[in-house]
């Protein structure tokens, strides 16, 4: 029974699993953001007469007519680009060397063959979260296989167990960050409104402020809200994409290990039907 315990037990981690403290990432995106505001858009040749006060000339200078909402929106652009570059290498790690499709491949010709000695093989060459998954479950039914004491419902429900088992301690490597991908998704919006609000109520301060209003005032109030308005929506386009992507890809992986780990049960099942 003890063997059984021990090999039931996920392999040790052999993937990225990525920045564990997304927080840093958002800090320097903001560090970046507010130093491009600053010196980048905030330049003095992109303003008529070299002042950052005046009109702008360019869409640089346009831009930076937008205030300080328009550095937290490009923090939180800055933000969903960094995270999804994280995951793209987080999950290229996970996966293992192989492409996906080509390693379940093996492990099903494996399974077909009944050469789980070459399956424990595979799995450590190809390495990753996906491979660990693979190969408690093959350690699995080598354990119970070798354990004339348990009954055939046992030693099902043990592989699925183990399974089950390494799954839930790998799927955290292959959702990490998402949320706070997710979490962009309403902020660039809500972000943007907020730079929209402020523009207006300046264009309407200038207004007010002996009838027709400064039109250099009015402009920027309204540079303000548009500007705003349009990196908004375009941080949550992003963020939306970015997520989609990466949810869909993990739910394929998630479907792939369902796949491989009802085939190794379904294996056992056919191989030792006359056991009870």
């Known amino acids: 029974m003890a063997t059984t315990q021990k090999a039931a037990a996920p ?6 699993i990525g920045i564990k403290d997304a927080i840093w990432i958002v800090f320097a995106c903001l560090i970046i953001a507010v130093l491009f505001f600053n010196y980048g858009l905030g330049n003095e040749a992109n303003f008529a007469n070299n002042d950052p006060e005046g009109h702008p000339i360019n869409l640089m200078g346009t831009i930076y007519k937008g205030g300080m909402v328009v550095p937290v929106i490009h923090t939180l652009l800055l933000t969903v680009i960094a995270m999804s570059i994280e995951r793209i290498f987080a999950l290229s790690k996970c996966i293992g060397k192989e492409k996906l ?34 190969r408690a479950s093959v350690s699995a039914y080598k354990a119970v296989a070798e354990d004339p004491k348990l009954k055939k419902e046992v030693k099902i429900a043990k592989i699925q167990q183990a399974h089950e088992e390494a799954i839930a301690i790998e799927m955290p490597t292959l959702t990490m960050n998402l949320p706070l991908i997710a979490t962009i998704v309403t902020l660039g919006t809500l972000t943007g409104l907020l730079g929209t609000v402020t523009g207006m109520i300046k264009s309407f301060q200038a207004l007010a402020a002996g009838g027709g209003g400064d039109s250099l005032a009015l402009s920027t109030g309204i540079s303000e809200a548009l500007i705003n308005t349009a990196f908004g929506i375009l941080t949550s386009w992003v963020a939306v994409i970015a997520y989609n992507f990466f949810t869909n890809r993990i739910d394929k992986i998630s479907f792939a290990l369902d796949e491989i780990g009802y085939s190794i049960a379904q294996t056992y099942a056919a191989t030792h039907a006359d056991e009870a």
């Open 11 to 16: 392999a040790k981690k052999q993937g990225s």
């Open 101 to 134: 499709a080509k390693f379940l491949a093996k492990i099903k010709k494996d399974l077909k063959e009944l050469n789980f000695d070459q399956a424990l093989k595979d799995c450590d060459a190809q390495k990753g979260s996906i491979a660990n998954v693979v």
